[in-house]
């Protein structure tokens, strides 16, 4: 266990600079996320922080001290791949004892780890296969053996489930952040995926085009948002979007968007009259209300999706303008009827129209 401190990180391949200068301290024994579009820079970073690839300028930490110039093999990390990286050719047993053979571990202790690892991770029966007699879960099962084998300061993670089904992706999530819980492991995880991020960080870094966006736990990055791309790319099916301008009249705030659709805004909003803003409301804070309501906007009912546990429904506004709502009643519905819609003020995000920041 041990801490990992990022300081001015930056790197750049050729006259190209892919990560412009991270700052992120992450603390003993968690499990930090970090998420982003892909081509953001998130495996440039896990590979500087594994020493895989050298910095062009910047300071690592592991355990406060400093890593710049120590190959991989003397950081004490462990490192998990999308593609599990298993030796073919050697059994599952073979695998997991392979690193700790190169350390020249004693015989007994390798012997003893294997074991506990295995055991750990349900691989005791499956210990004389070799990884085509695998299925793709049990692989990276071995893989992640062989990283908790070594029982590192850090765990490093890149897209270890991008290759699984999606049942198994859901299923494995919970297994590695349950085993992660239990060994302590300070750990950080690199994945595409929100979802992921969602379920298993204790604190997920938003990344963009090689720049930290926003850092924090799930439900605060959900709920407070820094800006309208942490907004939209946290959250499933993603926010709502309305551009329009700050109108202040006797009855309060309001959104005046495109086309004479009008959206009220909480009373203690901040912005001055004549603020260009776009206005955030999620799926689920959007409800479909009865004609006699007042501050509703009428939108064209296009698709309904159904999940199963939930019912997806895409509305247009005037301003050619798709909303995403989250429907109670979607038997009561049909795509080509027109419904009125409306938001809680106080669940409304305003951010800045211009720089996409959120407004207070
Ligand atoms: N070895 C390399 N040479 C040149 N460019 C690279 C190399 N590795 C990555 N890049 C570029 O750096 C950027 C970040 O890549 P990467 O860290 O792999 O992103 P992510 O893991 O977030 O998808 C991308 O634009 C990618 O094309
Ligand atoms: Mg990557």
């Known amino acids: 266990m041990a801490t990992v401190e990022l300081q001015g990180v930056r790197k750049s391949f050729g006259q190209l600079e892919v990560v412009h200068g991270v700052d992120l301290d992450i603390a003993e024994g968690e499990f930090a996320v970090l998420v982003g579009p892909s081509g953001c820079g998130k495996s440039t970073l896990l590979r500087m922080i594994a ?54 571990t004693p015989k007994a202790e390798i012997a003893r780890r294997v074991a506990d690892a295995a055991e750990i991770l349900g691989l005791t029966e499956l210990l004389g296969r070799h990884p085509r007699q695998l299925s793709g879960g049990q692989r990276q099962r071995v893989a992640m053996g062989r990283a908790i084998v070594r029982d590192p300061q850090v765990f490093l993670f890149d897209e270890p489930l991008s ?5 198994l992706r859901v299923q494995m999530r919970t297994e590695i952040k349950a085993l992660q819980k239990r060994l302590g492991t300070t750990s950080v995880y690199v994945t595409h995926d929100q979802v992921e991020a969602m379920t298993m960080a204790d604190r997920i870094v938003v990344m963009r085009n090689g720049h930290i966006e926003q850092v924090g736990a799930p439900l ?12 939209g790319f946290i959250g499933s099916p993603a926010m709502n979007f309305i551009p329009g301008t700050v109108v202040r009249n006797g009855a309060g705030p309001v959104l ?34 009865s004609d006699a309501e007042q501050d509703a906007v009428s939108a064209a009912l296009r698709y309904i999706e159904p999940t ?49 920041a959120v407004l207070h």
């Open 51 to 104: 020493g895989l690839e050298e910095m062009t300028s910047g300071a690592i930490r592991i355990g406060g001290a400093i890593v710049n110039h120590l190959p991989p093999k003397d950081r004490d990390i462990a490192m998990v791949f999308q593609n599990y990286a298993l030796y073919p050719h050697k059994t599952v047993q073979a695998n997991m004892e392979f690193g700790l053979k190169l350390r020249k």
């Open 220 to 231: 605060d990055l959900y709920e407070r948002p820094a800006n309208m791309f942490v907004a």
């Open 163 to 167: 290759n699984l089904d999606a049942k």
């Open 256 to 289: 005046r968007a495109a086309d004479g659709v009008t959206l009220r805004l909480a009373p203690d909003c901040a912005c001055e009259e004549g603020r260009q803003v776009v206005c955030g409301i999620r799926p689920e804070h959007l409800t479909i209300c």
């Open 308 to 356: 199963g546990s939930q019912t997806f429904v895409f509305a247009d506004i005037a301003g050619g303008v798709q909303l995403c709502l989250i429907a109670a009643q979607p038997r009561l519905l049909a795509a080509g009827s027109t419904i009125r819609l409306r938001a809680e003020p106080s669940a409304v995000h305003l951010f800045d129209g211009a720089s996409g």
